[in-house]
C-alpha cells in the first residue's frame, strides 16, 4: 500500500513535469520569431507571415479535403509556407505544396518525402520552366512531384496521383493575396 | 561538414537539456523513493552523468527521424530550438546567453579541474615529490585492518609533507598514500578511522568509479550541471565510505574527529579581487561538505540500506522516455 502510493506520487509528479513542458514549450512557441509553426487556417498563416504572395492551386482532383489538413510556416530565417491535403476517403496525405522564398536552403521535407526521383522532364509551366519528375513517395506509393521558381518563390508540389493531374494543379496555381 | 556541426550542436543542447531533466527527476525520486543511503544517492545521481551523454545517439539509431518538423510539431513536449531564437528586449538571443554559460561553464572545468592535473603531472615529471617508507607499524596496522575488511593489503606511502591528508591512489594496484603531518598531527585513534575510510575506498573501488565519473565530467565540460552533479558524487562517495569504516571501527567520533583536521582556514569574508573570491568560495564549500560529514557522522541513525532495484529502474526509464520527447 505504501509502495503503491509512492508509485502514484512518482507518477504524479511526471505529469506535472511534462505540463510544464508543455506550457514553456507552448510560450517558446508564441515568443519565438524564428523556427517552424503550425496555423489553423490560411488567413491566419497568411496574416502572422506576413505573406505578400501565398501560391494556392484553383484546381483540385475531387477526392481532396480542402482546407489542408496542416499549416507550416515560419518567416526567419527565410519565409515558408508548407501545406498538407489529405484523401476525404483515406485521410491520407496525398498533396504537398511547399513555397520558400530563399533559394540558398534546404527546406524541410513534407511529409510524403523522401522522394524517389525515377523519369525526369523539363515541362512549361505559364512562362516558366518546370522539372517534372515521376517517382515514388516516403511509402513507395507512386508519386509525382514538379518544382519551379517563380518571382522569388521556389514551389515544389507533390501530389500520389500521375502527371495529368499534378500538371493540372500545378498550372492552375495563383497568387492568394 | 555542415551535417556535423548542426549534430554537434544539437548534442550540445540535448545534453544540457537531458541533464536538467535528469537531475530534477533523480532529485525528486530520491525524496519520493526515500532514498536516504548515500550508496543508493550515489547509485540514482550518477545517472545524472552518464545517461545525458547517452541519451542522443542512442535516439538517433532508434528514430532518425527524431529532429526532424514532424516530430517537433507532433510529438516533442519541448522543442530547444524555439527558446533558443527567442531575442531577449528583441536584441539578446537567448542562444548567446545560453552559450555564454556553456563557454563559462568550460572556462571554470578547464581552471579547476584540468589544469591542477596537467600541473600535477608536470610536478611530477620534473621531480617526484619525496617519498620516504612507512614506520613497520604502520604497514602492519593497514595489514590487519586489510584482512578485516576481506582486501588485499595495499602498499603504502608516506609522502615529506607537513600538511595533512591522505588518499588512495592507483586501480589495479592501489596504494595509499599518507602524509608525514598525518603522522604527526593525528592520534591512535584518528590515524585508525583515517587508514580504514582510505581501505573502504579500496574496497568500493572508489578510483574505478571517480576515474569514469571523471571522464563523463571532461566529456562534458561544457555541462554547468555535470559540474554540479561530479561534486555531489564525490561527497555521496566519502559518505559511502564513511559508512563502510564505521561498521568497521564502530567509532564514528573518532572519524569525525579526524575529518576535523582538514577543515581549510576561512577568511573572514571575501576580499575584492576574482582569485580571492574564488578562494573563499571554493574554501567555504570545501568546509561546508566536511561539516557534512562530520554532522551526519555525529547524528544517531545513519541510513545505509541499499536502494530498491524496482523502484530504480522505473526512475530510469522514466527519464529516458520523457528525454526521448525533449528536442
Known amino acids: 500500500m505504501r509502495m503503491l502510493k509512492k508509485v502514484i506520487i512518482f507518477l504524479l509528479v511526471l505529469v506535472a513535469l511534462v505540463i510544464a513542458l508543455r506550457i514553456l514549450n507552448w510560450f517558446g512557441a508564441t515568443t519565438a520569431i524564428e523556427g517552424i509553426r503550425r496555423f489553423n487556417s490560411l488567413e491566419e498563416a497568411h496574416h502572422q507571415l506576413r505573406l505578400r504572395t501565398l501560391y494556392l492551386p484553383s484546381y483540385f482532383p475531387d477526392y481532396l479535403e480542402w482546407p489542408p489538413f496542416e499549416i507550416l510556416g515560419q518567416t526567419t530565417p527565410y519565409k515558408l509556407v508548407l501545406l498538407h491535403i489529405r484523401n476525404q476517403e483515406s485521410k491520407e496525405v496525398v498533396l504537398a505544396i511547399r513555397q520558400v522564398e530563399s533559394a540558398e536552403v534546404k527546406p524541410p521535407a513534407t511529409r510524403l518525402e523522401p522522394f524517389h526521383a525515377g523519369r525526369e522532364e523539363a515541362v512549361q509551366l505559364h512562362e516558366h520552366t518546370a522539372l517534372l519528375e515521376e517517382g515514388r513517395c516516403a511509402d513507395n506509393a507512386p508519386c509525382t512531384r514538379i518544382s519551379w521558381s517563380e518571382q522569388s518563390h521556389h514551389l515544389n508540389v507533390i501530389l500520389k496521383d500521375g502527371r495529368e493531374e499534378i500538371l493540372r494543379i500545378a498550372s492552375s496555381m495563383e497568387v492568394e493575396r | 561538414m555542415e551535417g556535423v556541426a548542426f549534430s554537434f550542436s544539437q548534442y550540445v543542447t540535448q545534453t544540457v537539456l537531458h541533464s536538467i531533466v535528469i537531475l530534477l527527476v533523480i532529485e525528486i525520486s530520491l525524496n519520493v523513493w526515500e532514498v536516504r543511503s548515500p550508496a543508493g544517492r550515489f547509485r540514482y545521481r550518477i545517472q545524472t552523468l552518464f545517461l545525458p551523454m ?104 608516506v609522502l615529506d609533507d607537513a600538511e595533512p591528508f591522505l588518499f588512495v591512489e592507483g586501480t589495479r594496484y592501489p596504494v595509499i598514500i599518507v602524509t608525514r603531518g598525518v603522522l604527526n598531527d593525528f592520534s591512535e585513534r584518528e590515524l585508525n578511522n583515517a587508514l580504514v575510510h582510505e581501505l573502504a575506498h579500496i574496497l568500493r573501488r572508489s578510483t574505478s568509479i571517480t576515474l569514469l565519473a571523471f571522464l563523463a565530467r571532461m566529456l562534458m565540460f561544457y555541462n554547468p550541471v555535470s559540474l554540479l552533479v561530479f561534486r555531489r558524487l564525490i561527497q555521496d562517495d566519502e559518505q559511502v565510505c564513511d559508512d563502510l569504516t564505521v561498521s568497521v571501527t564502530e ?63 522505473i526512475t530510469v526509464v522514466s527519464v529516458s522516455v520523457l528525454c526521448y520527447f525533449i528536442v
Open chain 2, 54 to 157: 547517452l541519451m542522443y545517439p542512442m535516439f538517433q539509431v532508434l528514430d532518425p527521424s527524431r529532429g526532424s518538423v514532424y516530430f517537433i510539431t507532433d510529438r516533442a513536449l519541448f522543442n530547444s530550438s524555439t527558446w533558443l531564437s527567442i531575442r531577449l528586449w528583441e536584441v539578446l538571443p537567448l542562444s548567446i546567453l545560453f552559450g555564454s554559460i556553456l563557454a563559462l561553464t568550460a572556462g571554470v572545468t578547464l581552471v579547476q579541474e584540468i589544469l591542477p592535473v596537467i600541473q600535477k603531472m608536470l610536478r611530477w615529471e620534473t621531480g617526484s615529490p619525496g617519498f620516504s617508507s612507512p614506520p613497520p607499524d604502520l604497514e602492519k596496522k593497514v595489514e590487519e585492518m586489510s584482512n578485516r575488511m576481506g582486501i588485499p593489503s595495499p602498499s603504502i606511502r
Open chain 2, 251 to 313: 567509532d564514528p567520533e573518532g572519524l569525525a574527529s579526524a575529518l576535523k583536521t582538514f577543515y581549510f582556514e576561512e577568511p573572514e569574508k571575501a576580499q575584492p579581487g576574482y582569485s580571492s573570491m574564488i578562494d573563499f568560495i571554493s574554501t567555504s564549500s570545501h568546509n561546508l561538505l566536511l561539516q557534512e560529514r562530520i554532522s551526519r557522522l555525529q547524528a544517531a541513525g545513519r541510513e545505509t540500506s541499499r536502494p530498491a532495484i524496482g523502484e530504480f529502474v
